[in-house]
């Protein structure tokens, strides 16, 4: 997606709640495999990583704090 100014972030924005809601496979295969591994070009600290797997660390993460949660509530 290419049109100008922040066309490429509102895509990545419906990407993202596409995948929130609906689940990765929501976004196509050959879609997901294409930007899996960020490059790094603008912030070279991320070259390599993988937004599939932090995407699964981070529900992990957020699971563990929800469960925390509900133990202390208890």
Do not use: K, Y
């Not at 997606?1 to 609906?22: E, F, K, S």
């Not at 930007?35 to 932090?54: K, M, P, S, Y």
Request: aromatic residues 2%.
């Amino acid at each position: 997606v290419n049109v100008g100014r922040d066309a490429d972030t509102i895509a990545a924005m419906a990407g993202g709640m596409a995948g929130a809601l609906h689940g990765a496979q929501a976004v196509p295969e050959r879609w997901r495999s294409r930007i899996n591994r960020v490059r790094g070009d603008c912030i070279t600290a991320t070259a390599g990583t993988d937004l599939a797997e932090l995407a699964r660390d981070f529900e992990r993460a957020l699971a563990a704090e929800h469960a925390e949660e509900r133990n202390a509530a208890r």
